[in-house]
């Protein structure tokens, strides 16, 4: 149980186009999911709590409006990346949370900005 | 100053070596710490949490020193399927709700 999937695993895009990437709890409802992303040799860094029917809680220093989350329902937060640029380059690793304390994390989707 | 600091390595061990690893949180009000793994390009999965009572799941020991705000883990008679990135997790609460903060982690490669 407590299966997080990420779709898709992996995007190469060109600058200045938006990428949306979907996070799904497959076998829970999930009352919160966050999203975060990893830079090579780095740690993760928070981008955004989301809990389902309100707006995101987005982390210092994360843009909102470059950076869209949406949590229509309790098993799918989307993350845009809009108008996405090389530095934009990164691992994006969601997570989802029933309830309890311990966070499920999907397998992640590489993002490749030309 | 890093919410939570751990030292990167790489850690290169032979097999069957005992190696630890430690690490350091700043916020004291953290309610619940973890050890995750991370295999290379692959998402974190969660090794185990750590308890002030300190707890062992088979080859793996976790320690909590609260006072002194202090995390270990200690890896014995390593495998070479050890070989992984392993994170320091720091449950926070905030504004936003509960929140993991994770360190940077620390490379371990197990070798023949």
């Known amino acids: 149980g407590a299966v997080v999937s990420q779709h898709p695993s992996r995007v190469i895009c060109k600058s200045g186009t938006s990428v949306k990437i979907e996070c799904r709890s497959l076998?829970?409802?999930?009352?919160?999911m966050f999203w975060y992303r990893q830079f090579p040799k780095q740690s993760l860094m928070l981008m955004a709590t989301?809990?389902?029917?309100?707006?995101?809680?987005?982390e210092q220093g994360v843009e909102k409006d470059k950076f869209l989350i949406n949590h229509a329902s309790l098993t799918l937060s989307t993350l845009t990346v809009t108008s996405a640029h090389p530095e934009d380059s990164s691992f994006y690793i969601c997570?989802?949370?029933?309830?309890?304390?311990?966070?499920?994390f999907g397998p992640g989707t590489r993002l490749t900005v030309l | 100053r890093k919410e939570v600091e751990q030292d990167p390595g790489p850690f290169n061990v032979p097999e069957g070596a005992t190696v630890a690893f430690n690490c350091t949180y700043s916020?004291?009000?953290?309610?619940?710490f973890f050890w995750y793994r991370q295999d290379c390009r692959k998402e974190p999965k969660l090794l185990m949490s750590?308890?002030?009572s300190g707890n062992e799941d088979g080859r793996f020991t976790a320690q909590l020193n609260r006072a002194s705000q202090y995390i270990s883990l200690l890896i014995r008679d390593s495998k070479l399927s050890d070989s992984a990135t392993y994170l320091c997790?720091?449950?926070?609460?905030?504004?936003?709700?509960?929140?993991?903060?994770f360190g940077k982690g620390t490379s371990l490669l197990v070798t023949p």
């Open positions: 997570s989802a949370r029933d309830g309890g304390t311990e966070q499920f």
């Open positions: 076998d829970f409802q999930a009352t919160t």
């Open positions: 989301s809990n389902e029917g309100s707006k995101a809680t987005y």
């Open positions: 916020n004291s009000a953290s309610q619940s």
């Open positions: 750590v308890y002030s």
């Open positions: 997790v720091v449950n926070i609460y905030s504004n936003s709700g509960y929140a993991l903060n």
